[in-house]
């Protein structure tokens, strides 16, 4: 199950820690994982600013609006910052497996416990995830789309992938791993019927509008929302647990399929990891910056060729290409200024939320209502409209995001770290 460790052991993968104090990595260390971790919890977070209130208060400004765009995900085709919490967070659990082997092989963990304890913990990120989804239902609600779930699922594969990860030819395994993956689930999806010219596409939740705007024509139309093999699967495998309704199709297109292509996300971390390790005490800059260009430059080659279009939300192989480029590069930038350089006091803050990333993912989900009504009731309604009221959403989710990090730092400080 989920423990609370109030111990850090010093291995490759967790700091030597004084109360109150700095991290200071010990050797081999690579701090920045830790925050870029803590970077892409703190966006999911910051949801509680809530821009997009904020920009219809003031539809004049472009700050607002550029605020708001990348505090929401795109409708369908391409890319926001938000649209990058997800792959961040998949592909980092990818960057921490060969840490994470070799510390317990050193510790004299066999493989049998090892696999062992992979399989438990893909059972509890599902079943989190699924519990996480059911909050505001009045029972289970059976959904696997959450990141936790989508992790959790493939999670034993990658481990398994990754504990090879010290053998000759490994490299070559796994890119043709993540090439069987991505292109096996293309052909699927590819060889899965178009919808008809005539459907009617209100029946899956797909206004006349937004088909217009956003649904694709041609081949690439085997990608369209909620006409597509990965919906048909759900329409088969959600309804065979017990629902409220019988399922039909995720309004935001989502799908429990989509953990096949995180796969090749977290594979794509792994393979950054185990360059990481290999390469220490140096970080491979070079290769990181090369994969990070070539994996944006492909995914928008597969896009505009309509060959597989780049699309978040179901998780299409070339958007598991095209973010993956963009978290290589993600990683590089915080690795060249905390690792190449040596800032490292900037990142506490986020080195604080990154260090307890399961932590942060359930305040986030627990804690704003609660905070929220806690504020109006001692505060008074109105107490956050001291810039106006279009900013008093603005006020209101930085009130709330402080509390969320101050948690965190409680937690830091006594050493409280929530672990699967």
Same mark, same amino acid.
């Given at each position: ?6 111990? %850090? ?44 209130? /904020? ?27 938000h ?5 961040? #967070?998949? $592909?980092?659990v ?10 317990? &092989? ?13 399989? *438990? ?20 609600? $059976?959904?696997f ?8 699922? =493939? ?22 791993a ?9 052909? /699927? *999806?590819?060889?899965y ?12 939740? /797909? ?29 088969? #495998? ?27 996300t977290? &594979?794509?971390g ?23 260009v070539?994996? &944006?430059?492909?995914?928008?080659a ?33 690795? *060249? ?8 006091k ?6 604080? %939320? ?14 704003? =209502? ?30 709330i995001?402080?509390?969320? *990090? ?15």
């Open positions: 199950m989920a423990t609370v460790s109030q111990t %850090i052991p010093v291995t490759e993968t967790t700091p030597t820690i004084r109360e109150g104090a700095p991290v200071e990595p010990v050797a081999g260390r690579n701090v920045s994982m830790d925050a870029y971790r803590g970077f892409v919890m703190l966006l999911m977070m910051a949801e509680v600013l809530q821009f997009s209130r /904020v920009a219809a208060a003031y539809p004049t400004s472009l700050f607002w609006k550029i605020l708001a765009f990348n505090q929401t995900h795109v409708e369908w085709f391409g890319c926001s910052l649209d990058t919490i997800q792959p961040g #967070f998949s $592909f980092l990818g960057v921490a497996l060969p840490y994470s082997i070799a510390s317990r &092989i050193a510790k004299g963990k066999g493989f049998t416990e090892l696999f062992g304890h992979a399989l *438990w913990r893909s059972l509890l990120l599902v079943a989190l995830g699924v519990f996480l989804r059911s909050m505001d239902h009045p029972m289970t609600y $059976f959904t789309e959450d990141t936790l779930s989508q992790i959790g699922l =493939g999670y034993p594969l990658l481990f398994l992938l990754g504990f090879r990860s010290s053998e000759l030819g490994w490299a070559k395994r796994v890119w043709a993540l090439c069987l993956v991505l292109l096996g689930y293309w052909l /699927v *999806w590819a060889l019927p178009a919808a008809p010219a005539n459907f009617n596409w209100p029946s899956v939740g /797909v206004s006349a509008t937004w088909n217009t705007q956003h649904n694709f024509t041609g081949f690439a139309g085997h990608w369209n929302k909620n006409y597509n093999f990965g919906n048909h699967f759900d329409q088969w #495998f959600l309804n065979l647990f017990p629902r409220e309704n019988r399922f039909e199709y995720n309004s935001g297109g989502y799908l429990t399929l989509s953990f096949i292509p995180t796969l090749g977290m &594979i794509l792994l393979i950054a990891g185990q360059w990481l390790r290999e390469s220490r005490p140096k970080i491979p800059m070079k290769k990181l910056i090369i994969a990070g070539s994996g &944006i430059a492909l995914g928008l597969l896009h505009y060729s309509h060959i597989s279009p780049v699309v978040k939300r179901i998780w299409t192989p070339s958007w598991t290409i095209f973010s993956g480029g963009i978290c290589f590069l993600f990683l590089a930038a915080f690795s *060249w200024v905390i690792d190449v350089k040596g800032f490292r900037w990142a506490f803050p986020l080195v604080v %939320i990154g260090m307890n990333s399961i932590a942060a993912y359930c305040i986030a989900h627990f804690m704003e =209502g609660f905070l929220d009504s806690t504020f109006r009731v001692h505060l008074g309604p109105n107490f956050f409209r001291l810039a106006g009221a279009g900013l008093e959403p603005f006020f209101g989710g930085a009130a995001l402080l509390c969320y *990090w101050l948690v965190l730092f409680w937690m830091y400080r006594r050493k409280l770290f929530l672990k699967i």
